[in-house]
């Protein structure tokens, strides 16, 4: 992937003050860089393509800039781990949070990160999960910046009964199962298992 594109991508999706520290990331292990579509269950992954000599990493294209940054350096991380190791480590084990969080340190300041995202941030850095949306003080710091946020609500924070709209269909809230909230489809009748970080839309709260 030739470097131009790289560098045009990252000037359009993450704070000025973090491209050139980013560019760096990319040029001292080159891999692709692409950007998707919005997906509900991930915002970016690292494929290896079963060889190092071609990594690439994805990234969801409408994330606001500071979970965007933050979700290439979580990507980079999983690169440089498995440039190191292959695939003999845990994904998420320690040599992936040992890497993250060096690479996350140069970025944790003011100049890079509002207020709100940066304690939660700095925090969260201490013992950094899988995903960021494990994290659910954290998940809602990054919420706050979303380009549409006034439109959306996340699904944990809406009341057992009340009905919303995901993916274009209609759902009623059930009960928290771990990480996922057992929601019927209300013209099937089927039961899904959706994440409780989902963003919803056209909420009608439950008054019970």
């Not at 294209?61 to 480590?89: I, Q, S, W």
């Amino acid at each position: 992937m030739k470097a131009d594109k790289v560098l045009e991508i990252l000037r359009l999706h993450i704070p000025a003050e973090a491209v050139s520290y980013c560019f760096d990331l990319w040029k001292a292990s080159p891999f692709d860089l692409k950007l998707t579509k919005s997906r509900q269950t991930k915002v970016g992954d690292f494929t290896s393509r079963r060889t190092k000599s071609h990594p690439r990493i994805t990234l969801n294209h409408d994330l606001n800039p500071y979970l965007f940054l933050t979700t290439y350096v979580h990507e980079v991380a999983h690169l440089k781990v498995y440039l190191k190791f292959g695939g003999r480590v845990d994904p998420h084990g320690e040599e992936w949070k040992t890497t993250f969080t060096e690479l996350m340190v140069p970025l944790l300041w003011e100049t890079v990160f509002p207020d709100e995202i940066l304690h939660e941030l700095r925090r969260h850095m201490i013992n950094p999960k899988a995903s960021s949306f494990a994290d659910a003080a954290l998940t809602h710091a990054f919420r706050k910046f979303d380009r549409n946020a006034h439109q959306f609500a996340i699904l944990s924070d809406i009341p057992e009964g009340s009905i919303f709209k995901l993916q274009g269909r209609y759902f009623k809230k059930g009960k928290l199962r771990r990480t996922r909230v057992l929601c019927r489809e209300l013209q099937s009748k089927r039961d899904y298992l959706v994440p409780a970080d989902a963003q919803v839309s056209d909420v009608q709260f439950s008054l019970l």
